[in-house]
């Protein structure tokens, strides 16, 4: 038994001194970690110029509705012009909510919920509200688009909340104040 033990350490202790793979082995062992920060870069980075090109849109389009362009504004007027001014969407105008509500200036609520958002695993959508409201009113949109990650399942794509599908939502907020005609 002692002989067997001994033999083993005299193997294990050949194998640490050897050096004819050790480029091999560095390398097996950084891969991963910079496959990781790689991935992570460039997810986060889509991610933000998503969103950039998101919050530059609808604050384009609500300019637009501001100087009252839209007599008429409609969800899909709202989709049409929004997913015109960005380009980075996929499939943008069957991805994108739109929510419109005049903000109370008596008790400045805002809504309690978050965003919604499409669910890509149900046939029925949530309903959003599209007030126009009135001259001088102070009105909140809030913009969700769902948009598929690049690695869903590998580094901050997998820590993101995510619908069934892999899809993550992006949302803008914009406030303005209905001009007077």
């Known amino acids: 038994m002692k002989r067997a033990i001994k033999n083993l350490v005299t193997k294990v202790r050949r194998w640490v001194k050897d050096d004819r793979a050790s480029a091999t082995l560095e390398f097996v062992l950084a891969l991963p970690v910079v496959m990781a920060v790689f991935t992570a870069s460039f997810e986060s980075g889509l991610i933000m110029t998503r969103a950039i090109m998101l919050e530059q849109a609808l604050d384009k389009t609500m300019r637009e509705l501001r100087l009252g362009h839209y007599p008429i504004p409609s969800h899909q007027l709202l989709k049409s012009e929004i997913c015109a001014r960005s380009s980075l969407f996929r499939d943008c105008e069957s991805s994108i909510l739109i929510e419109l509500q005049r903000i109370n200036t008596a008790t400045w609520a805002l809504p309690a919920t978050n965003a919604a958002c ?64």
């Open 118 to 181: 499409i669910d890509r695993t149900e046939d029925i959508q949530p309903v959003t509200a599209l007030q126009v409201g009135q001259q001088n009113d102070i009105m909140l949109i809030r913009v969700c688009i769902v948009q598929d990650l690049m690695f869903p399942r590998f580094g901050i794509g997998k820590r993101l909340p995510q619908d069934g599908l892999g899809g993550f939502g992006i949302v803008a907020v914009s406030a303005f104040v209905n001009e007077p005609t």
